[in-house]
Structure formats: C-alpha cells, structure tokens
C-alpha cells in the first residue's frame, strides 16, 4: 500500500504529485505546481480529463485552442471560492503566470463529448455544512449535478479553527448504488496561518486500515478507502481540496454506524 500522507516538495516547481501509480489505484491524479509570474505550465494531450485550480494567484489560461484569459482573483485559498478550468480528454492546455501562482492539476480517466470550460466563483453557491463544532464552508468546483465530466468530482472546504469536517465519519468505496459508490479520494491541505496542524484518521470498519496523521501545511493525504474524518485545532483554519473518482461519477456515502447519531442532533 502507498503511503497515504504525502509532504510538500518546496524546493521544486511541483511541490506534489499523485498518479494513479504511485497511489497504487486507479483513477484519481493530483499535482501542485507553484510558478513565478512569466512560467508556464502546458498539459498534454491524453485519455484524462482535468479540471485545473488556481488555489491562489492569476495566470492566463489556453486550452483546445482557445484563450480563456486571465483566471484567478483570490490570493490566498482561505480569500473566497477559486476560478477553475475543465478541459477534456484529448486536449492540450497551457497556464502562464501573471503572479506568483498556485495551481492544482486534478486529473480521472476522460471520454465522451465534455468542452473545455472556465468555472468563476459563483458558478454553485457556497454551502454551510454542519452545525457547532462540526461547521465547514463547501465550495463546489465540479460537483456530481453539473453533468459536465465522466470521471471528475472537484471540492474544496474551509474548516474553521476548532472544528471537526468530513464527520461524522463516511466512507464510499463499495461500488453499491444507490446506497454507496466507489471513489477515490485525494486531500489537499492548507493551514492558516500556515505554522498550525490538523489531524485526519483513515481506517476501515476491521482496522485492516488504521492511520492517524498530523497534518501540516501543503500536505496530501491519500484516501483508497475506509472513514476519512479530520479535525483542525483552535486558531488555525484548515482548507483542503478533494479530488474524487471512481467507475461512476456519483457521490453516495455511508455514515460509520457507531457515530450516525450525531446527524440526529
């Protein structure tokens, strides 16, 4: 099994990078990759599609040969919903910074007739999840309703200080609609200020998979399966970005049953 946290490589352009390969599954890839403003960063045509993040700062964006123009306002991923680009499988794309720019390369397995599209903030509206100490704020990028990928589920999610998220405890790793689909999961972590932690468990209902990892800021974590909670601590608000795949472009989750009442109150 892959490990399932991974660090943040800062001396380098792509400070991440997760294949299918390397994760040791078989759908989800998820990059990081930090250009100073003039760099470019191009993606090849392939069998994948990708949905592009600008997780902070402002580039220029190409792809199936037009241009999309400067995409990106926000220059922290705590400051708002992020701009975003989907291109489809078959098509190269190219992003030149015009600041100091963030952008995450979410990839799955692509086909059928999908265009290239810019997402701005307000494309889905900001969702208040949970209650008290479980509050996070969602900011759909490409949600399952959008119609508009074959593989593809995009999110982010800012955790106030202090508060659980992904909790109570779901899973979906059994392909068994309508109850529970299958899909891998990338997390993508960001503290602020940057020097706090977090923590998140990842484990199955037999403990055949039971990891608890301190979270710093920039580091991914890998979800093949099993409950995924994570918590962030008093004065330092957590954001992540998922990456979801999996043979159906659907998401149903099942609640860990010791902890399903917590819904109920």
């Known amino acids: 099994m892959a490990d399932l946290q991974l660090k943040p490589q800062r001396d380098s352009g792509c400070i991440t990078r997760v294949t299918p390969e390397s994760a040791g599954w078989g759908h989800v890839g998820f990059e990081v990759h930090r250009l100073a403003a003039g760099e470019t960063l191009e993606g090849a045509a392939s069998d994948r599609e990708t949905c592009l993040v600008w997780v902070s700062g402002r ?22 919903p992020p701009h975003a680009l989907y291109v489809p499988a078959g098509a190269d794309w190219a992003v030149t910074a015009t600041t100091a720019l963030e952008l995450a390369v979410c ?29 996070r704020h969602v900011h759909n990028i ?5 119609g508009a990928a074959q593989s593809l589920l995009v999110v ?70 099993g409950y995924h909670p994570c918590a962030t601590l008093h004065g330092y608000d957590l954001y992540y970005l998922n990456v979801m795949a999996g043979p159906r472009r659907v998401w149903r989750f099942h609640n860990q049953e010791d902890h399903a009442w917590l819904l109920k109150t």
């Open 142 to 146: 490409m949600p399952e309703d959008d």
């Open 59 to 80: 580039g220029q964006a190409q792809a199936v040969g037009h241009d999309f123009g400067e995409l990106g306002e926000r220059m922290s991923p705590f400051d708002g």
């Open 156 to 225: 982010e999610v800012i955790t106030p200080g202090g508060n659980t998220s992904s909790y109570p405890p779901h899973k979906h790793d059994r392909d068994a609609l309508p109850g529970e689909s299958q899909l891998e999961e990338t997390y993508y972590h960001r503290l602020n200020p940057p020097q706090g932690y977090a923590f998140q468990r990842v484990y199955t209902d037999d403990l055949s998979l039971d990891e608890t990892m301190c979270l710093s800021d920039g580091d991914v974590v890998l979800v093949p399966r």
């Open 107 to 135: 990839s799955a397995p692509g086909g059928g007739d999908f265009a290239a599209r810019a997402i701005p903030p307000g494309t889905h509206p900001v969702e208040r999840r949970g209650t008290g100490s479980n509050l």
